[in-house]
């Protein structure tokens, strides 16, 4: 079991070999921030629905060196995503991005990435000064504080202005627990300059059988007339459990669309944050999780209108079997500068097992009277109705529900762009609803 004195034996190991460190500031007010704050248990509202707390009853590797693993690019051949001739890959093994593993296929001058503390320390220091950790502004808790606290082997990516990435970018991260029980926690920050296009792809996979769990933040931040696609694949197996966090700033009048798509793993907390910094700006969110087993999920999205004219809309779906739990927690703010904002978010779940739980939460916080928002959210079962129409057909009881809840997932599908990125996740469907009709 990690307490709170073996944090600090450990942090005080990092700050004491890297004394340097352009970034030890940032860390030392990280680890002061989860002092103060500790782990979250599930009297902090927002942790309500999700015990945090038990997965650090496991003895961790902590801080895991890049010497703790010795996964080859044959390992990480079996886990790429179709497509990856073609794109520009970034691998973090055990929370530490690896550039002997990656590979890039942008020409030079369209795509720059370098280690975080390489960026923190040379010509992108006052892009990284200005803006890593900016996240901690919205999420306070003391997960999000612990990455902070021990950022190392972080990456830092930059897109410059005026270019479309005809590659795109593909992250991935891989626990390798063949040996040890692992604790990561990637940390990235990504600057997109304006006029510019990318696609970013993120996936989770785990190597081993032994526990496993990420603490990874992602922090993007987007410029004037940027076109920012993103999407998470979560498939893990029952011993990886995460918390996720992705914290996108519209600094300039951008477009954002963002996909997460969660099939498997232990227990999962993600945080989707958006906030739009400058009128105008549009945002499309989208969130699909098809959970079996004991799988647990907690979504946290927060869409933050603080200037003028701004549209977002969301919409997160849910199939649930066995004795799943999901939470559905999404927050729209409108400050009180941000006029003319038009923001719509719904919620809708399916419960395939009178065990199968779902605790959902929509929310508005408007603090200006000219807008236009709404919130909706619904729980129930299949369509007994169609699905007696099917059975009357005779499509048999499994293949008429294996129809049905495709359908009821096909407007998130829709939303992934990519064909060949789409056509493997859409196969990743179908394989787990095959897993729930037996």
Request: proline fraction near 3%; charge should be negative.
């Amino acid at each position: 079991m990690m307490n709170l004195s073996d944090f600090k034996d450990h942090f005080e190991q990092l700050q004491t070999e890297n004394p340097e460190s352009p970034i030890a500031q940032i860390r030392l007010e990280g680890f002061h921030a989860f002092d103060k704050a500790g782990l979250p248990t599930k009297r902090n509202e927002e942790w309500k629905y999700t015990d945090i707390g038990k997965l650090f009853n496991n003895e961790y590797r902590f801080v895991a060196d890049i010497s703790d693993s010795s996964l080859t690019s044959t390992d990480v051949d079996a886990i790429r995503l179709p497509g990856h001739l073609e794109a520009n890959e970034i691998v973090f093994v055990n929370g530490r991005f690896m550039p002997v593993l990656s590979k890039f296929r942008s020409p030079q001058g369209q795509l720059t990435v370098l280690p975080l503390e390489d960026a923190a320390r040379g010509i992108y220091k006052e892009m990284v000064r200005e803006h890593l950790g900016c996240s901690s502004a919205y999420i306070k808790d003391g997960i999000h504080a612990l990455n902070t606290s021990f950022i190392n082997g972080g990456v830092f990516i930059y897109i410059p202005k005026e270019q479309e990435l005809n590659h795109p970018l593909y992250i991935y991260h891989i626990s390798d627990a063949r040996q040890y029980n692992i604790l990561s926690q990637p940390r990235s920050l990504i600057y997109i300059e304006r006029n510019t296009k990318v696609q970013l792809v993120e996936t989770f996979s785990t190597i081993g059988t032994s526990e496993c769990f990420t603490n990874q933040v992602m922090e993007v931040v987007v410029h004037n007339n940027a076109v920012v696609e993103y999407y998470k694949i979560q498939n893990e197996t029952a011993n990886a459990s995460q918390v996720s966090t992705t914290h996108i700033r519209q600094t300039g009048r951008s477009y954002v669309h963002a996909v997460t798509v969660t099939l498997n793993g232990g227990m999962i907390r993600n945080n989707m944050n958006v906030v739009m910094e400058a009128a105008g700006n549009e945002a499309h969110l989208f969130g699909l999780y098809i959970l079996n087993g004991h799988t647990h999920l907690d979504n946290h999205t927060l869409v933050d209108n603080v200037k003028p004219n701004c549209f977002s809309n969301e919409l997160y779906k849910g199939i649930l079997d066995n004795e799943t739990i999901g939470v559905f927690n999404g927050k729209i703010m409108v400050r009180p500068d941000a006029q003319k904002t038009n923001a719509y978010q719904t919620n809708k779940n399916i419960l395939l097992s009178d065990d199968a739980t779902i605790n959902t939460k929509p929310q508005l916080e408007i603090f200006a009277d000219d807008v236009k928002c709404s919130h909706g959210c619904t729980v129930g079962q299949l369509d007994e109705n169609a699905l007696f129409y099917l059975r009357a057909r005779g499509i048999p009881k499994s293949d008429a529900q294996e129809l049905l809840l495709k359908a009821f997932a096909l407007d998130i599908l829709d939303q992934i762009k990519p064909e060949l990125l789409r056509g493997y996740i859409e196969q990743l469907i179908t394989e787990r609803l095959s897993v729930n009709k037996k």
